[in-house]
């Protein structure tokens, strides 16, 4: 049986958001200074981003769609270039229905400059419910051909924070947020850890297309 979608404030935050950071990095320029800047590494011509049942190893459980959900996932749609495909989905833990993971992606043959992507993504946590409330780190690619992952904790709204993580690249880009209302403070999200399981995340949901 599908499970429901608790709805918890911040879930929908992502909704939609790669297909807006997209518009920006289609319209960034192109060239050797672009790809200098990017954070991607050589990557396969083609891939797709699934929605698999399960995520993190297990960890998360997708939600069934909500009204809302679908509606933002179909707005995000229309608003993407030709050739590119937005994926949104919402997981939560079977054993904790009031935490949930949310995915916000696209993928395409060429999403534009990765780096732009990247920032427009975060930037534009900074006009949804979602403000930054720590820099944005490096960390450790999910493999020697994926590219570095960017995370920040975020404050989701007063008294929950939570952590953030994201790539992007030619052929795809993503963007992940863990709601928790137990973490009450941003000393309480552990963005290490996060990180770990956003890798995990990367090899799960992308199936090369050579």
């Keep these: 049986m599908d ?3 608790r709805v918890i404030p911040g879930t929908m935050v992502l909704a939609g958001l790669t297909a807006s950071a997209l518009l920006t990095g289609c319209d960034s320029p192109s060239g050797p200074a672009a790809a200098s800047a990017s954070p991607t590494r050589s990557a396969p011509s083609s891939v797709s981003l699934a929605t698999p049942q399960s995520l993190a190893s297990g960890r998360y459980e997708r939600a069934a769609d909500t009204p809302e959900l679908t509606k933002r996932r179909a707005e ?4 993407l270039p030709a050739g590119v495909t937005s994926v949104v989905a919402v997981y939560n833990k079977p054993d904790d229905a009031d935490s949930a993971l949310t995915l916000s992606g696209s993928y395409g043959k060429d999403l534009g400059d990765a780096r732009a992507v990247l920032d427009a993504m975060f930037g534009s ?4 419910q979602a403000s930054p ?3 944005r780190q490096t960390f450790p ?5 994926a590219p570095d992952l960017q995370c920040e904790t975020v404050k989701v709204r007063e008294g929950v924070f939570a952590p953030v993580c994201a790539w992007a690249q ?14 009450t403070t941003a000393n309480a999200v552990d963005l290490p850890a996060f990180a770990k399981t956003a890798a995990t995340v990367y090899t799960e949901i992308r199936q090369p297309e050579h």
């Design 141 to 145: 690619p999910a493999g020697p051909n």
């Design 125 to 128: 946590l900074g006009f949804s």
């Design 3 to 5: 499970r429901q979608l």
């Design 133 to 135: 409330s720590s820099s």
């Design 76 to 79: 995000a749609q229309k608003s």
């Design 170 to 183: 030619k052929t795809d880009a993503a963007l992940l947020l863990a709601t928790d209302p137990k973490q």
